[in-house]
């Protein structure tokens, strides 16, 4: 048996075929060494048959002994003890009943995930607002691509990650990357930058020289590396640049964007020289990539979350969009802006109900039109929709606090290692009645539950997904799940029997989907024209793929989407008082990833070869700082700030500025580098601040206290 199908992590969503091997039994009784199925890398534009090393080991999780094939439920002992899935799904009925008698529905919360398939974001959307009748739903999307999103939608007045298909970018001969590392985050991406890198116009802004970074090595272009936190600072230098030495293309501003007088105003205060004392980027280098942006025939501009994840996160984005705009880039044959969606299901987990201010096809909850339409799909009144919820930050933040969250769902998310703040959300979690948590694994937040069920992975389920272009594709079965595990839709459609709603939950993953279109219908992002007979097809379907017309691979090209056509130029500027200024034994924290591990680890740090190459956090220090505070490499060092600490150990490289202490966020317990991390909000957007953290590094005197 073969299934044509896509990697189970990032948002490039590489191509890929499963085979099934001689121990392609049920996972619960396989080797771990002996995954059930083979990977083949896929011909497909995003990836090209290429794949990365978290690609290539991703079926040696389905036979990991990690695997969870039993409901658990916590016992008078304290321990998580197996159990029947009638007993387990009765006791999380009868104490959510419970909970919302005592408390009201709105203590009952739901978290999900940007890499659920739509089928389940959908139905989980749908089973908060319908079922538990609570408006406290958020999801991990939050902390990933709602910077870019507000300034998306307040530009454009849409939100797709990539306007235009991945494959674009091949032609270009410059491209501005801002706070990426694709080639480790990413690594088939890098394949597509070739064209620019050939032309000398690869630009990459980052505190660290990364992976990326390197690529501009030997004259393919120009690693820019300015202090942590002053991104937007320098977009409005370049935008001040582009301004001042004319080179706005005026024809393109005047017909397809308003509010350029007040842009005007807001950068004119921020010259090169200016620029230079706040960010450390030379003035000459600021002029250099005004000029060269303007001067090519195929630019484009990309942002990630090393620029968005920060309290003025949407500002910052806002900023890049804004330079895009006056060098008439979005939209332009051959060029544009975009943002680089993280997570697998990034792009669709946010368009179709997790959001709390969201309903499908990216209908605000707030508008009449859009409740009424959605109602109608759902067979209820509007009014039996709840209004709009909180933030996944104010929502954690209530949790077990009176008029908070008593009780909450968790379905693909990883609170206790992703989430700012994380000693605060750990004790916000010991104050719950009720944590439910639906993994494959016991991750460190299934850990803390009162109830563990265990679901499908990806290569047991079928359903889509919506890449990092807004391209709609399909996931497919290759396998049979474990007994004991069950797919969530399944677990939904139990849920809300034993708790009373008549609502309607499917099963089925295509039944779910043909829901999915209709309630979508009309909305931004429209998928009523997609369905799966057509992505079996081999058919590419981009949002909006209205019914009876055609899919959009490229946004922009007439008319923006607010309703007059044109895009915003917001003016924006650096808040006074944004984050407290470093002291002079006090380095500047960065956080990001590794190219063998994902997100919170959970899947990763399971697979041999993969913790094998990482086995743990390292603190990435300049060896002039670390000689000044005594450190030498691979000494365990202790990472710190009033809100935690790191125990781990050190790495020496030159690849990161004096200011500046590197850790990767994928592992748990005192190595978690959000032990450290702000939950200080971008007001727009609630970002929280994540990239920009003040720490103080210390030499640990014992060895043994570094794991």
């Known amino acids: 048996m073969a299934a044509d199908t896509h990697c189970p992590y990032c948002a490039l969503q590489c191509a890929m075929t499963l085979t099934a091997t001689d121990a392609s039994a049920p996972a619960s009784t396989t080797d771990a060494t002996s995954p059930p199925v083979a990977v083949a890398g896929r011909d497909f534009p995003t990836n090209r048959g290429g794949l990365c090393k978290k690609g290539w080991t991703s079926a040696e999780l389905l036979a990991s002994p990690s695997r969870l094939t039993a409901p658990l439920v916590r016992g008078a002992d304290g321990a998580l003890n197996e ?16 909970i919302r008698s005592e408390h009201g529905a709105d203590a009952v919360g739901v978290f999900g995930g940007g890499g659920l398939t739509n089928e389940k974001a959908y139905l989980l959307g749908k089973f908060a607002r319908l079922a538990l009748g609570t408006s406290r739903i958020d999801y991990n999307g939050r902390y990933c691509m709602s910077s870019a999103a507000a300034a998306g939608n307040r530009a454009f007045g849409i939100d ?23 080639a480790e985050t990413m690594p088939p991406f890098i394949g597509h930058l070739a064209g620019a890198q050939e032309a000398g116009g690869l630009v990459v802004v980052d505190p660290r020289r990364t992976a990326t970074a390197r690529l501009t090595d030997d004259g393919r272009g120009l690693h820019v590396q300015p202090a942590p936190g002053t991104d937007l600072v320098l977009l409005l230098g370049v935008a001040h640049v582009v301004i001042a030495e004319r080179l706005v ?10 509010g350029l007088a007040r842009l005007r105003r807001g950068v004119a205060q921020w010259w090169p020289e200016r620029v230079q004392s706040a960010t450390g980027v030379p003035a000459a280098t600021v002029r250099a990539i005004a000029r060269r942006l303007a001067a090519s025939d195929r630019a484009y501009i990309l942002t990630g979350r090393g620029v968005e994840q920060h309290v003025d996160g949407t500002d910052t984005a806002t900023a890049a969009i804004n330079l895009a705009l006056l060098l008439g880039l979005p939209g332009r044959p051959g060029s544009g802006y ?23 096809g990216y209908r605000k909850i707030t508008d009449p039109v859009a409740r009424a339409h959605v109602a109608r799909v759902w067979g209820v009144d509007a009014s039996a929709i709840p209004g709009p919820g909180v933030p996944a930050i104010e929502l954690l933040g209530s949790l077990g606090r009176p008029g908070g969250v008593r009780a909450l769902l968790v379905h693909g998310s990883n609170l206790v290692v992703s989430s700012p703040n994380v000693a605060d959300v750990r004790r916000g979690i010991e104050r719950l009645d009720l944590l439910v948590v639906c993994d494959f694994v016991l991750s460190e937040t299934a850990a803390l539950a009162d109830v563990v069920l265990p679901v499908l992975q990806w290569a047991e389920e079928e359903g889509t997904m919506t890449n990092l272009e807004g391209r709609v594709i399909r996931r497919r079965r290759a396998l049979a799940p474990p007994a004991g595990a069950r797919d969530e839709l399944w677990i939904l459609h139990e849920l ?45 379907a981009f949002w909006p793929y209205p019914r009876g017309g055609d899919g959009t691979p490229r946004l922009f090209a007439e008319r923006f989407h607010h309703d007059d056509g044109l895009a915003r130029l917001v003016a924006v500027a650096p808040r006074t008082g944004a984050r407290p200024a470093p002291s002079p034994d006090e380095l500047t924290l960065v956080t ?13 740090r399971r697979v041999a070869e993969l913790l094998d ?24 060092v202790e990472v710190g700030n009033e809100r935690g600490t ?9 690849d990161i500025r004096t200011d500046t202490v590197f850790l990767p966020f994928h592992y748990g317990e005192e190595q978690a580098a959000n032990l450290l991390t702000s939950d200080a909000v971008d007001p727009i957007s609630s970002m929280p601040e994540f990239k920009a953290n003040l720490v103080r590094v210390t030499r640990l005197v014992e060895a043994g206290a570094a794991s």
């Open 249 to 258: 293309d005026e024809a393109y501003v005047s017909a397809r964007t308003t």
């Open 338 to 360: 975009g943002t680089l969606t993280g997570q697998g299901n990034g792009q669709g987990g946010r368009e179709h109900g997790q959001k709390c201010d969201q309903l499908p």
């Open 592 to 604: 990001g990833r590794l190219l063998e591990h994902y997100q919170s680890g959970a899947q990763t």
């Open 496 to 540: 809300a029997r034993r708790l009373g709603s008549t609502a309607r939950f499917d099963t089925d993953p295509e039944a779910v989907f043909e829901e999915l279109r209709l309630a979508s219908e009309g909305g931004i992002a429209d998928y009523s024209g997609i369905d799966y007979a057509l992505l079996d097809s081999g058919a590419e």
């Open 160 to 182: 797709r990650g990539l306007p235009f298909p991945l494959t674009d970018l091949d032609d270009a001969d410059t491209i501005l990357l801002l706070g990426t590392n694709v």
């Open 613 to 636: 190459a990482q086995p743990e956090a390292r603190a990435a220090l300049h060896p002039a700082t670390a000689a000044r505070l005594g450190i030498a490499d691979d000494e365990p």
């Open 83 to 98: 159990t029947t899935w009638d007993a387990a799904l009765g006791l999380v009925a009868d104490r959510l009943r419970g």
């Open 646 to 654: 790191v125990r781990c150990r050190a790495r020496l490289t030159t």
